[in-house]
């Protein structure tokens, strides 16, 4: 099987185990919707998808492709600029005033100004960004890995989830985004502030999102203002962990 062909597959199996709830919500299959039941099988298909994706090993690498290779247009996904009023002001200013907070099950929260991720040691990768809705990209990215600024807050032992909270919103609802530690610890997890050898643009989450390789699109969140470390999901927002995830549209786990 073709590399393309066993991302296209995977794409499937992440639809059929998950987004398939909500296909069946919007076509009016209330009663299957409500079966402990069928919910539970959606639930397995998903668990099986990711055990699936992670057979290669937890700290598998994504594939990383030579400069000749990146896209001469990439696509932004999700949100293409924030309304909010102090965000615009911070994008003026280059974000100076700008500072990420880490906190939740850490022993010591952060605050970290734009010029303190981008004095710490670097990563940069050129990778495929692949969206669930069928199209592709490769870019290349920098920033600090998530596991060291992880590692400089010091995870409580509890500690399972790692939470994303953003600036863009729907409605009045705030996108955010989570991953498990064993993501959050793979060497090609970063929050990227650079991206094909430029600052990182508005439309693409300025000043930082998450480049979490191993997974779809939609986990990659943008316009990252907070990092939070918890022991659960329950009690955020809708629960399930994200925003698309929370809507019913798209699963948790999102491996590719």
Same mark, same amino acid.
């Given at each position: 099987m073709t590399e393309r062909k066993l991302i296209v597959s995977r794409r499937k199996l992440l639809r059929v185990g998950a987004l398939g709830a909500g296909g069946l919500m919007l076509s009016g299959c209330d009663s299957l919707n409500r079966s402990e039941g069928f919910r539970s099988l959606l639930?397995?298909?998903?668990?099986?998808?990711?055990?699936?994706?992670?057979?290669?090993?937890?700290?598998?690498?994504?594939?990383?492709?030579?400069?000749?290779?990146?896209?001469?247009?990439f696509r932004a996904n999700g949100n293409r600029e924030i309304a909010d009023s102090a965000y615009r002001q911070m994008l003026a200013g280059g974000f100076a005033d700008w500072a990420l907070k880490v906190d939740g099950l850490v022993e010591k929260p952060l605050v970290l100004p734009l010029a303190a991720l981008q004095s710490l040691p670097q990563r940069q990768q050129i990778t495929r960004h692949d969206c669930v809705e069928g199209w592709s990209a490769i870019g290349k990215w920098q920033g600090p890995q998530l596991s060291r600024?992880?590692?400089?807050?010091?995870?409580?032992?509890?500690?399972?989830?790692?939470?994303?909270?953003?600036?863009?919103?729907?409605?009045?609802?705030?996108?955010?985004?989570?991953?498990?530690?064993?993501?959050?610890?793979?060497?090609?997890?970063?929050?990227?502030?650079?991206?094909?050898?430029?600052? =990182?643009?508005?439309? $693409? #989450?300025?000043?930082?999102?998450?480049?979490?390789?191993?997974?779809?699109?939609?986990? /990659? %969140?943008?316009?990252?203002?907070?990092?939070?470390?918890?022991?659960? =999901?329950?009690?955020? $927002? #809708?629960?399930?962990?994200?925003?698309?995830?929370?809507?019913?549209?798209?699963?948790? /786990? %999102?491996?590719?």
């Open positions: 639930e397995g298909a998903e668990d099986l998808h990711k055990g699936f994706q992670r057979l290669g090993g937890e700290g598998a690498l994504a594939r990383e492709f030579a400069p000749s290779d990146m896209s001469p247009v600024i992880l590692d400089m807050a010091g995870l409580k032992p509890q500690a399972r989830y790692i939470v994303f909270h953003c600036a863009d919103r729907f409605g009045s609802t705030p996108y955010y985004e989570s991953i498990d530690l064993i993501d959050a610890f793979h060497p090609q997890t970063i929050l990227a502030w650079r991206m094909n050898d430029a600052l =990182l643009p508005e439309r $693409h #989450g300025a000043p930082i999102r998450l480049r979490v390789e191993r997974q779809l699109g939609y986990k /990659h %969140a943008k316009f990252v203002m907070r990092i939070e470390a918890r022991d659960s =999901l329950a009690g955020l $927002h #809708g629960g399930k962990g994200g925003y698309w995830e929370d809507s019913g549209d798209y699963a948790w /786990h %999102a491996g590719i």
